[in-house]
């Protein structure tokens, strides 16, 4: 295993489209974080899961957000009605909980653009 | 309120120079503070981290610095090297070390230019 991994890589849309992202965790590791970062900005928590459960969600999240982990394993990050006030890198990391390393493994992100 | 702030959006150092990247965090119940750095077109990589318990952790040529009583953290690069040139983020798990959430609050950046 290589690391966190995402696709697509970049993705433009237009406004009104929906868009789905992926993440593959490390394959051990059992929490899952999605955290969206706009230019010049640091990233933001969006929302996480602890293996299938989504345990947080940031206010950040509106209802045309919708994440999902059904096995555990990878996760999908789903918005709809997109806007061009969307349009940022989304992110996902993950982490071992219980390991006593709260390291959060970072992927490249996904670069959402909305025109 | 939860809020992590770096006090300089760009550091310019010369090759070979040690570089400080400055960070400073509000909420005093913290516990828990995190360097990473995000080169261009990348996600954050873990620098290093550090626990309220400490005042200073030392890695291969960083050191992270915490001050507790001016909630203030900084992270100390040895001998900066061109590859070091990157965009540098402290992070703080608002819950605190051992609480169950893993969530992250970052600051904002500082983008650390390596002159040759």
């Known amino acids: 295993d290589t690391g966190v991994s995402q696709d697509p890589r970049h993705k433009i849309t237009k406004r009104g489209q929906n868009v789905t992202f992926r993440c593959d965790p490390i394959?051990?590791?059992?929490?899952l974080y999605w955290y969206r970062q706009t230019l010049g900005q640091g990233p933001e928590f969006l929302t996480y899961?602890?293996?299938?459960?989504?345990?947080?969600k940031s206010r950040l999240l509106s209802d045309r957000f919708s994440a999902e982990r059904p096995k555990g394993s990878f996760s999908t990050l789903e918005i709809q009605r997109t806007e061009q006030g969307d349009s940022a890198m989304y992110l996902c990391?993950?982490?071992?909980?219980?390991?006593?390393?709260?390291?959060?493994?970072f992927g490249p992100g996904t670069r959402l653009t909305v025109t | 309120g939860e809020s992590v702030g770096l006090h300089l959006p760009t550091l310019s150092v010369q090759e070979g120079d040690n570089s400080i990247i400055n960070c400073a965090y509000s909420n005093s119940a913290s516990d828990y503070f995190i360097w990473y750095k995000q080169e261009s077109g990348k996600g954050p990589q873990f620098i290093i981290d550090i626990r309220s318990n400490m005042d200073k952790r030392q890695g291969q040529r960083v050191t992270v610095l915490l001050n507790k009583t001016v909630k203030h953290l900084s992270l100390q690069i040895a001998a900066t090297q061109p590859g070091d040139s990157a965009v540098y983020f402290c992070a703080e798990n608002p819950a605190g070390y051992s609480s169950n959430t893993g969530k992250l609050i970052f600051g904002q950046g500082t983008t650390l230019q390596v002159k040759p």
């Open positions: 990391a993950s982490s071992a909980i219980g390991t006593g390393n709260h390291e959060q493994y």
């Open positions: 899961f602890q293996n299938e459960a989504q345990l947080e």
């Open positions: 394959s051990e590791h059992n929490r």
